[in-house]
């Protein structure tokens, strides 16, 4: 029999470009908070938008994986493989009413932050539709390990959301909820940029009879003009040969303390320590963090 861990983890990038230092805080929180349970560290890529992919992308942010000392469980998932689950999930949406076609186009919505409900009970065909979920005047709300209590008015603070685009990918929200629990992830660690998108995915959870993980979310790492690093601007790869010195630092970004000496050593002792002292209580209780505070 296989052994029953509690924990299951994961580290779910998008090939929108390299790895970069922000991403690799975010490898580095879900692989220490993991391993330090003794759980899993699952690898899953998200490419469910292939204009927006970079070639070669998810082979360099898995060499670039390995050189800095990450070991993953299991095989790689690919969002690309699983497009059968995300659209028997929209199906089942449709079929209960719960989700709807909109054939609104940009210049209609231009403007309005929150989408209108214009076509909510406008039986639009299917074709050439996005398909977005009907969602409550209700609160969804979640305890972060990080930043405390979150909670949202999906009605008032976000508004009928789109699950499938009216060109077919599917949407990011509906995906991430669907492989964590298909790959039985207990803790989501990650950025907290996704922090106002947790509780669209505690309703979809809810609709789609999964459970609910445990959440995390890590400080964002803002460069000196105020912009997520790594997004806005196409980072170069991380460097091979700076490994543990850039390990130590993304352990000071997540508020670790780390000796001086061990930048001197290998990636594979830098994340051993990291595991041997990982410290939750210790990040910043904070969304954003300047990147050049932690160099
Ligand atoms: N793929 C997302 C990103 O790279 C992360 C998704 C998640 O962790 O839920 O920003």
Redesign the pocket.
């Known amino acids: 029999m296989s052994p029953v861990t509690a924990y299951t983890g994961r580290f ?3 090939p929108s470009g390299y790895l970069h230092f922000g ?1 690799l805080v ?1 490898a580095l929180a879900s692989y220490l908070d993991a391993r330090a349970a003794g759980g899993r560290w699952l690898l899953r890529m ?1 490419d469910l938008d292939p204009p927006r992919e970079v070639p070669g992308a998810q082979d360099a942010i898995l060499r670039t994986l390995e050189t800095y000392g990450f070991v993953w469980d299991g095989v790689v998932e690919r969002q690309s493989d699983r497009h059968a689950a995300y659209a028997a999930a929209v199906d089942d949406l449709l079929a209960r009413g719960l989700a709807y076609p909109c054939n609104c186009s940009r210049k209609q919505l231009e403007g309005q932050a929150i989408y209108p409900g214009t076509c909510r009970d406008a039986g639009r065909p299917l074709a050439d539709a996005a398909i977005r979920l009907r969602v409550p005047d209700a609160e969804y709300r979640f305890l972060d390990r990080v930043q405390g209590e979150f909670a949202q008015n999906l009605a008032r603070e976000v508004g009928d959301f789109v699950i499938r685009r009216r060109d077919g990918l599917f949407a ?1 929200q509906l995906a ?1 909820v669907l492989d964590d629990a298909w790959q039985g992830i207990t803790d ?1 660690v ?2 907290a ?2 922090l106002d998108s947790t509780p669209r995915q505690l309703y979809l959870q809810e609709l789609l009879g999964l459970p609910r993980p445990r959440y995390l979310h890590i400080p964002l790492l803002l460069q000196p003009d105020g912009h997520k690093l790594g997004k806005s601007y196409r980072s170069p790869p991380l460097p091979a040969d700076q490994a543990p010195a850039l390990l130590a630092r993304a352990l000071r970004a997540l508020g670790q303390r780390p000796p001086d000496e061990l930048a001197d050593g290998d990636a594979a002792a830098v994340l051993a320590w990291g595991v041997r002292h990982w410290n939750v209580a210790a990040i910043a209780r904070q969304t954003t963090l300047a990147e050049a505070a932690v160099r």
């Open positions: 779910a990038p998008t991403s975010a998200e990011y991430v989501v990650r950025g940029d996704l």
